[in-house]
């Protein structure tokens, strides 16, 4: 792992309208000097949450050029080759993945899916927020991880780690 180039990451979702979309935004907003952030889902809804794209845009992470869209496209020829593939949800870790094209080191990151909130606006909104945050976390743990210093086989435990260490502590 000691390219020094930009490392292109995968977030997979089942619908990519939420979870999978904050990724995207968040390690773009946080990181985009040493990494590409892309999302995608199994069975991918029409567009992303309106609750999603609220809070990105109360964070002050551009919104633009986001949108749903199948984990197809990154299994193409002529796609960008993938080198982290992180799953935030626990339906699109148990199905079955496309190949993908230089083996990219994976990792389930499992967070609780806020489109499902019940309730007021505000508690969906705060459903968002949480999921958010969580990933936030866990993305600037994993953005600040020595690539340079780490083999793959060293970076993939450290992706694991992340995703146990924060679900561990509730966050």
Known sequence: MTEHRKYNVLFLCTHNSARSILAEAALSDLASDRFVGYSAGSHPGTSPNPFALELL?????PTEGLRSKSWDEFAKDGAPEIDFIFTVCDNAAGEVCPIWPGHPAKAHWGVADPSTAEGSDEE????F????VQMRKRIELFASLPFEKLDRIAVQKEMQNIGTLLRDKGE
């Not at 845009?57 to 992470?61: E, F, H, L």
């Not at 969906?124 to 459903?127: D, E, L, Q």
């Open 124 to 127: 969906k909104r705060k459903a």
């Open 129 to 132: 927020l949480r999921a958010f």
């Open 57 to 61: 845009g109360s964070q002050g992470i």
